[in-house]
């Protein structure tokens, strides 16, 4: 009589966690993951001590090596409008159509340099600060942002100087003086935009910042800053699409509301039709557009 026995079945073995349900099972997360964006607005916020202090320490040192220092955030816009007045008002007679010429050539070229420099600066936020992106962690977003503001801070300090050079050309200070506050805030937040939506592209395209120069000269060639718009579009026939672009330039509303604010021969027929509204549209679209494709590339700067 042969005995058989049964051998029980094994249970399978027990599948090992994958290092993903390890990590969120113990509450770690992925070092610089983009955070959800009320999240990283909260934490910008946060951080809004070390923008301020970021973009002052960049304002006083940007000059500390040259025996006059600070004294060039004056002189570096008053050299560019000398030369553009002789370029443009001596050399080519642009300014005979244009009333009170050298305070419309100085004011637009101190409200395009505040745009063009807060771009150019943006290029180089992330690759600039490399060093710092790699080392701490903090919304990348502070970089572009205290960039801006140091040009914030040179333009409010310019215009003092700029108010000289109208009151010693006969434009006293007025109440439209002050339509150029929410101009200049406006254009603030435009430029910021901006200088953000470069810091992304740069950061993964280094060649932005060389090509950078060149767009920001034919923008400023187009943005009425040595001439003026409307008079030559008054001897000129152009398509209609060509007029409504060279109107409804971010850059060119921005000059207009402050040349109309300072400059009482700058009138309101002078200005684009809905001038505040375009004002506004700009700022809005570039500010919170630029905010967001910022943040949307987060977790990449300063990686490969």
């Known amino acids: 009589m042969s005995s058989q026995t049964t051998t029980p079945p094994q249970a399978p073995p027990a599948e090992s966690p994958s290092l993903g349900e390890l990590a969120a099972r113990h509450g770690l997360t992925a070092s610089g993951a983009r955070p959800p964006l009320g999240t990283y607005i909260a934490r910008l916020w946060t951080r809004r001590h070390f923008i301020t202090a970021f973009a002052t320490a960049r304002l006083t040192a940007q000059y500390s090596q040259a025996k006059l220092g600070q004294v060039w955030q004056l002189m570096t816009p008053l050299l560019n409008a000398t030369v553009y007045y002789f370029v443009f008002g001596v050399l080519m007679d642009t300014g ?7 305070p419309f050539l100085v004011t637009g070229v101190f409200i395009w340099t505040f745009t063009a420099n807060s771009i150019t600066v943006g290029t180089r936020a992330i690759s600039g600060n490399i060093g710092l992106v790699r080392a701490l962690h903090f919304p ?6 205290g960039l801006a503001l140091q040009q914030l801070q040179q333009l409010l300090f310019s215009m003092g100087a700029l108010a000289v050079i109208l009151m010693c050309f006969g434009e006293f200070p007025t109440s439209s003086w002050l339509l150029a506050v929410p101009a200049l805030a406006l254009q603030a937040v435009f430029s910021t935009g901006v200088a953000m939506v470069v810091a992304r592209l740069a950061a993964r395209t280094p060649d932005i910042a060389q090509l950078m120069p060149f767009l920001l000269r034919t923008w400023m060639y187009v943005s009425g800053v040595m001439w003026s718009i409307p008079a030559v579009l008054k001897h000129m026939e152009l398509p209609e699409a060509v007029v409504l672009a060279l109107r409804c330039n971010p850059v060119a509303v921005y000059i207009d509301l402050v040349r109309f604010a300072l400059i009482d021969s700058y009138t309101k ?3 684009p039709p809905h001038v505040w509204a375009l004002a506004l549209g700009w700022a809005v679209l570039l500010g919170v557009g630029g905010f967001v494709y ?4 987060e977790e990449q700067y300063g990686r490969g």
């Open 96 to 102: 005979k159509h244009v009333p009170d010429f050298v």
């Open 140 to 145: 990348r977003a502070a970089l572009p942002i």
């Open 294 to 297: 910022f943040w949307k590339a």
């Open 269 to 271: 027929a002078q200005l």
